[in-house]
Antibody, heavy 117, light 110 residues
């Protein structure tokens, strides 16, 4: 049973860069797409972007200027960097996995990121 | 603002059925991309409920079913149970191969 676990950056200040890592265990990292998805308080799910196991990426147009997703096959890790965070970036951030252009079959437990001065 | 539109809430008495719509466009659902459905309980990760038009992962009761027509899709829940009270989201892809979600629907069991 594959497991995904996000790191916990906790509290951040405006203008800082958010760095999150997702560690995949219990299964091969190959053949899947890996997603970063967030849910602001009281709102719905929002896709941040995804990366294939081969390294190709696709980002939400509203975030593309601030986001970078990368993959380290040797460590079974997927990383998210979001620059210049504001209070609007406060959300639960999920790492997730799915077959290319299909459903998402595995999710991390989520990590709450709070941006506050 | 979500790319796919869902009603904010639906409700039904125990044992009754409800249907949740997911409306997209010719750039996503209408372009032929499959629609998937997730159940989301507070404090937990979303759970895949329906994959594709009507494929249920192991353990998902057959009270849940999905359908798709044109630029829309629907999730039907029959025989509502108290444990079905949750938020439900549809998901697809758009012509830019971007992952898109519905706005979410809160199901209340009266």
């Amino acid at each position: 049973q594959v497991q995904l676990r996000e790191s916990d950056p906790g509290l951040m200040k405006p203008s800082e860069t958010l760095s999150l890592t997702c560690t995949v265990s219990g299964g091969s990292i190959n053949y899947y797409h890996y997603y970063w998805i967030r849910q602001p308080p009281g709102k719905g799910l929002e896709s941040i972007g995804y990366i294939s196991y081969s390294g190709s990426t696709n980002y939400n147009p509203s975030l593309v200027s601030r986001v970078t997703i990368s993959i380290d096959m040797s460590k079974n890790q997927i990383s998210l960097r979001l620059s210049y965070v504001t209070a609007a970036d406060t959300a639960v951030y999920y790492c997730a996995r799915g077959f290319p252009y299909s459903s998402i079959d595995s999710w991390g437990q989520g990590t709450l990121v709070t941006v506050s001065s | 603002q979500s790319v796919l539109t869902q009603p904010p809430s639906v409700s039904g008495a125990p044992g009754q059925g409800v249907t949740i719509s997911c409306t997209g466009s010719s750039s996503n659902i209408g372009a032929g991309y499959a629609v998937h459905w997730y159940q989301h309980l507070p404090g937990t990760a979303p759970k895949l409920l329906i994959s594709g038009h009507n494929n249920r992962p192991s353990g998902v009761p057959d009270r849940f079913s999905g359908s798709k027509s044109g630029t829309s899709a629907s999730l039907a829940i029959t025989g509502l149970q108290a444990e079905d009270e949750a938020h439900y989201y549809c998901q697809s892809f758009d012509s830019g191969l971007r992952l898109v979600f519905g706005s979410g629907t809160k199901v209340t069991v009266l």
